[in-house]
């Protein structure tokens, strides 16, 4: 069974940096295809980033295109979104998730596990 645990939300002005963890167990989290989503206060769940691992492909939603980065590190099985240049638009629940094979989609119905979600807020 395969569980996340993400960790890195907080307080951040608008222009800073955060740096998300989503701790992978079950799995080894390049066997994965993931993805980071988020949900603001009254808005659906969106997508944020996603990776193939086995091709090192990534894609990214067109608002944070350029801003966030999605990587991971094999020795602490642990994946990573980047958020740098943070908006207030950004302030939003976000969830790592993981499907148990197929592409790394944009649809958060596609996504078999899911993390219990960490926050991030602008200070501003």
């Known amino acids: 069974q395969v569980q996340l645990v993400e960790s890195g939300g907080g307080l951040v002005q608008a222009g800073g940096s955060l740096r998300l963890s989503c701790v992978v167990s079950?799995?080894?989290?390049?066997?994965?295809?993931m993805g980071w989503f988020r949900q603001a206060p009254g808005n659906k769940r969106e997508f944020v980033a996603a990776v193939n691992w086995s091709i090192r492909s990534t894609s990214y939603a067109d608002s944070v295109q350029g801003r966030f980065t999605i990587s991971g590190d094999n020795a602490k099985n642990t994946v990573y979104l980047q958020m740098n240049s943070l908006k207030p638009e950004d302030t939003a629940v976000y969830y790592c998730?993981?499907?148990?094979?197929?592409?790394?989609?944009?649809?958060?119905?596609?996504?078999?596990?899911w993390g219990q979600g960490t926050q991030v807020t602008d200070s501003s």
């Open positions: 079950g799995r080894t989290f390049s066997s994965l295809p």
């Open positions: 998730a993981a499907r148990s094979r197929g592409w790394p989609g944009r649809l958060d119905s596609e996504y078999d596990y």
